[in-house]
């Protein structure tokens, strides 16, 4: 496994972390397994957030099983995407005591003193920055949170609220794949007439690099918005051939390869997977054993259907 200095702490957090949206199913005794798992190839940071229903709780209950675990695991979420009370749907609420309230309930649920770090979920149109900096401020006051990021941001939205905050903003979680790739097209297609250039997202990984700023990857074995695994998938053929004769160059999976594509990206980068399976965690955690050359990179990029200039 390889490793960041995460924060202002410096915290050495894993390159890949576990994505826990998915457990819903799981019981805490499997959670726990799944947990130690992570750790057992390396990976010491765990993902969750209250909107991913029961997996909070979950967690909570897997390390009231396991003495010691918590303390062995580099623990993240989020908040501020809530249920509408009348709509079938979802609102964003990043106010003052919002802020303080799901943090004090997410606390409860994972059955821990602190969170190692906290994220914004998704941009709410009426945060007001002065409002989240106090509530941050108090929550690392209180020692209820040691470190603060944002997830899905672009680069106005954190400029005006670093302005704001006593500390950097350690990370941006964003949508990342071999098979979702926006900023990467906007890059490449600079000042050009065609569909891959407009910007939509203001240069977030310029911005990350310049700031110290983790990049943490979401659904990185997916394409579209939840589309599904792009294994496999006959839309993605070109794709699943390069990953495989990559994999078999450096005897190892298409799952490394796919994860270890994704952490190529020069700066601090880190992949959530959100397999609940131990073996699958397992060949994920292997991404950080090879090196992908520059070559390769650019074969998996141009594999997944995408033209460069
Ligand atoms: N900030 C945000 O807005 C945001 C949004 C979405 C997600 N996230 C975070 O990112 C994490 C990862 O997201 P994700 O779950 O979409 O990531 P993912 O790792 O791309 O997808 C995980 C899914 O892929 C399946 N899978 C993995 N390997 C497979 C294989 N070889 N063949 C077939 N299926 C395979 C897994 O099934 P098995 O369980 O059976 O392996 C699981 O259902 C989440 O847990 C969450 O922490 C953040």
Redesign the pocket.
Request: hydrophobic share 35%; proline share 0%.
């Given at each position: 496994m390889r490793y960041i200095e995460f924060g202002p702490q410096k915290t050495k957090v894993s390159e890949v972390?576990l994505?826990?949206?998915?457990i819903w199913e799981k019981t805490p005794e499997e959670v726990a397994t799944l947990i130690e798992s992570a750790l057992g190839v390396g990976i010491n940071a765990v993902?969750?957030?209250p909107i991913?229903g029961p997996s909070e709780g979950k967690i909570g209950a897997a390390f009231a099983l396991t003495p010691g675990l918590r303390d062995r695991v580099w623990l993240q979420t989020?908040l501020g995407i809530r249920k509408h009370p009348r709509l079938d749907a979802n609102y964003f609420d990043f106010s003052h005591d919002y802020i303080i309230e799901s943090v004090e309930e997410s606390l409860r649920a994972l059955q821990t003193d602190h969170i190692d770090s906290l994220?914004l979920?998704?941009p709410d149109a009426l945060m007001v920055p002065e409002e989240i900096a106090d509530a941050f401020q108090q929550l690392h006051d209180e020692g209820k949170v040691l470190d603060f990021g944002v997830?899905?941001q672009n680069v106005a939205m954190m400029r005006r609220l670093q302005r704001y905050l006593p500390f950097p903003i350690a990370a941006n979680?964003?949508?990342l794949?071999a098979a979702f790739t926006p900023a990467f097209d906007s890059f490449f297609n600079v000042n050009m007439q065609n569909e891959a250039s407009p910007m939509r997202d203001d240069g977030i990984f310029e911005y990350a690099y310049d700031h110290d700023q983790a990049i943490q990857a979401?659904?990185?074995?997916?394409h579209g918005y939840?589309g599904g695994?792009f294994?496999?998938n006959p839309d993605y053929t070109e794709l699943n051939e390069a990953l495989d004769r990559i994999a078999a160059d450096h005897d190892t999976t298409?799952?490394a390869v796919a994860v270890n594509w994704v952490l190529r990206y020069p700066g601090k980068m880190q992949a959530?997977?959100?397999?609940?399976?131990p073996e699958?965690v397992a060949?994920?955690a292997a991404a950080c054993d090879f090196e992908m050359s520059r070559e390769e990179w650019y074969e998996v990029y141009l594999s997944a259907g995408n033209r460069l200039p």
């Open positions: 972390i994505g826990t949206m998915r993902d969750t957030a991913y989020k994220l979920h998704r997830s899905n979680q964003v949508q794949s979401w659904s990185v074995l997916q939840f695994v294994f496999n298409r799952t959530i997977v959100g397999t609940t399976r699958r060949e994920a």
